[in-house]
């Protein structure tokens, strides 16, 4: 049998039209489309490029928006399972039970065909971010707002969370920060997606798969302790010490390191300047310059004792981000979710149309240990 690659490191599983990665150079390409020109479009545009492939025009873009708009709201019954889910948990969680309650209101739960799942693709799409800050604000006792269809998917986030409107630049850094977290060729969570829709599972399943899978914080779940170690921090002064210790200690630095780029993430460059952007409009600057101590006191330490640097990845920055558009840290797995959703169904709807199960192997190799009964 084959040599076993360890976290199947630079295995090659599958063809995607999805996205691409350059690793060396760093680039990132949503079907075949540069990040770093995308990020200029509307979330909503690059939520349909992933799903059909194609950018919208003006008309198809207005129609796709307004579908999305009809569709924001809850109604009654699903937001009684997010008020059902008012424990101490992440939003993660209660994500996870919504999405799967509201599976079993779909006649169309088992239909895979494109026509079903691009229906449940808007309807998914459009109700993550209401669920999220659904959740957020019953944490906290109060109501639920209503979207606003006049605001763009980030705006309509941060304005559902809050109950008020948010100022430009931070419904701009929201709507990118959705851009970015879209998509990101197989990623674990993505894979996992894939693997259940080659089962010829429903897309729900696929989807609270991807769920499950963001949740840990070797992938999307390093956001939220990326904003636990900048509460940790108590100065930008203190920022060198406290990351040298967990080096010392052979801890990792959450949104840290990367399998895939052997150069800076190109989201993390456009994350940082988002960072510094909303600190400096909010003329409080601690967590960017913290974040920025952090960032330097470990490229220097990796540099000098390994001769290669650790560069941030898309978790660190935009916890950064997070923290000055005032989510809360328990949230920010699952807004990276309401992000990621349009990648996973793109990759899932890929993996329905030209289907084979995912099925690999694994050497069988005597126990290491054996369980006490
Ligand atoms: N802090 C300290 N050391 C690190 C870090 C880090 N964040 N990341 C990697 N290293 C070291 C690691 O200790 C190892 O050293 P050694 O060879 O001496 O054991 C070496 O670099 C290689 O690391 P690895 O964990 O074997 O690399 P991997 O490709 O298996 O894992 C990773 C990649 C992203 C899971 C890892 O870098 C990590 O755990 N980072 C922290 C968690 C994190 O930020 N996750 C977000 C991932 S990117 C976005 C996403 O998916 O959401």
């Not at 959705?178 to 997606?193: G, V």
């Not at 989510?327 to 959703?341: E, K, N």
Request: net charge negative.
């Amino acid at each position: 049998m084959e040599e076993v690659k360890s976290g199947l490191e630079n295995v090659v599983v599958l063809e995607t039209g999805v996205s691409s990665i350059d690793g060396t150079e760093g680039v990132l390409r949503y079907r075949g489309f540069d990040i770093n020109d995308l990020v200029y479009l509307p979330y909503d545009a690059v939520s349909y490029l992933l799903i059909r492939g194609k950018l919208p025009d003006d008309n198809e873009l207005a129609v796709y928006s307004a579908t999305l708009n009809e569709k924001r709201e809850l109604g009654e019954y699903v937001q009684n399972v997010v008020r059902a889910c008012n424990f101490n948990i992440e939003a993660m969680d209660a994500l996870r039970t919504t999405i799967s309650y509201m599976s079993h209101c779909d006649p169309d739960l088992n239909d895979n065909s494109e026509e079903a799942n691009l229906r449940k693709a808007t309807n998914l799409i459009a109700k993550f971010p209401t669920i999220v800050a659904a959740f957020s604000r019953i944490l906290k006792g109060e109501t639920p707002v209503s979207p606003d269809p006049t605001l763009s998917h980030g705006a309509n986030f941060l304005y559902m969370l809050r109950g008020s409107k948010p100022t430009e630049i931070e419904a701009e850094a929201m709507e990118k920060d959705f851009i970015l977290s879209a998509e990101h060729e197989l990623n674990a969570s993505s894979f996992a997606s894939r693997i259940t829709a080659s089962t010829c599972s429903d897309l729900y399943s696929a989807i609270i798969t991807g769920i499950c899978t963001l949740k840990g914080p070797l992938h999307g779940g390093a956001r939220m302790e990326v904003m636990n170690m900048l509460d940790e921090i108590p100065a930008p002064e203190a920022a060198e010490a406290y990351v040298l210790e967990k080096i010392a200690n052979k801890e990792k630095i959450m949104g840290f390191g990367h399998r895939v780029y052997m150069t800076q993430d190109p989201r993390t460059i456009i994350f940082k300047v988002l960072a510094k952007q909303l600190a400096e409009s909010k003329g409080e600057t601690q967590w960017y310059r913290t974040a920025e101590n952090i960032e330097n006191t470990l490229f220097a330490e990796f540099m000098g004792k390994r001769g290669k640097p650790l560069y941030p990845n898309v978790d660190f920055y935009s916890g950064v981000v997070y923290k000055y558009l005032e989510i809360p840290p328990r949230l920010a797995t699952a807004v990276f979710a309401a992000g990621r959703i349009s990648g996973w169904i793109a990759h899932c709807m890929e993996q329905y149309s030209d289907n084979r199960v995912i099925r690999p192997r694994a050497k069988y190799v005597k126990p290491a240990k054996t369980l006490k009964a």
